[in-house]
């Protein structure tokens, strides 16, 4: 059973919309578990103090290594990958959500403030990572982000596991358009093809829409996917070439 254990300083906010429909289901039928850790309560002094200002001068306040350590050292599980969600981290993508679905178990920790005192990082070989290119306020929705991408790759959690296969990134191009009924809304009709009972149409056409979109919104994903598809063509040249 793949396990999320999310440090935080508001354990009230979990599991939140990871209690609702298929991942709610699936958590009810112990397909995963969520553990959630109240980083507050490894504070020692009465005022259960977990930040301060930093060294140095600047503004707001830092997550003390102290207090953030004791905490995880109470509560993680032996070899299990600890994740501080940050802006300044690698960035998350569908590739690591695949590797992070293969983990037993993971540990995500919801910053707050101006961060962590740096040290935490090092001595407990924390990796950061980044949803995107912009600050929250907190780590939880970046959590919840990062809890649902890989959820719904875990066996049995969705209800079709046929419909991750034509994804967005999947296949490092963006999903194309999709369509249902009614088949004429507000004078728009749904594309001929999709309509023409023939499957191998049907897939040249969204190959060719999935292309399209993804030159012009994701010309990065583009010249990559581009890359990949030259390198198998060479790779099956030199192959046929060597025989």
Not at 60 to 85: P, Q, W
Not at 125 to 134: F, M
Not at 157 to 179: A, C, I
Not at 200 to 214: C, D, G, M, P, V
Request: glycine share 6%.
């Amino acid at each position: 059973m793949w396990q999320a254990q999310v440090f935080t300083l508001y354990p009230e906010v979990f599991p939140g919309p990871l209690s609702k429909g298929l991942y709610g289901k699936a958590l009810s039928n112990n397909l995963w578990k969520l553990k959630v850790v109240n980083i507050r309560d490894a504070a020692d002094d009465k005022h259960k103090t977990v930040d301060d200002t930093p060294y140095g001068g600047g503004s707001g306040m830092l997550l003390k290594a102290d207090v953030l350590a004791k905490s995880l050292d109470e509560n993680k599980n032996e070899s299990e990958r600890i994740l501080y969600l940050s802006p300044k981290g690698k960035k998350f993508d569908q590739n690591l959500a695949k590797e992070l679905a293969n983990e037993k178990s993971l540990s995500l920790i919801c910053g707050h403030f101006e961060g962590v005192d740096e040290r935490i990082l090092s001595t407990r070989n924390i990796e950061e990572i980044s949803i995107g290119d912009y600050v929250l306020s907190g780590g939880e929705s970046a959590a919840y982000v990062v809890i649902d991408s890989i959820l719904r790759l875990l066996p049995g959690v969705l209800g079709n596991e046929n419909s991750k296969l034509d994804e967005t990134f999947e296949n490092g191009l963006l999903e194309y358009p999709q369509y249902t009924k009614p088949q004429i809304w507000e004078e728009k009709a749904v594309p001929d093809v999709l309509l023409s009972g023939d499957h191998n149409k049907i897939k040249h056409w969204r190959l060719s829409q999935s292309e399209a979109i993804t030159r012009v919104r994701r010309p990065d994903l583009w010249e990559n996917s581009n890359y990949q598809l030259q390198l198998c063509a060479w790779q099956l040249f030199l192959h046929i070439f060597q025989q």
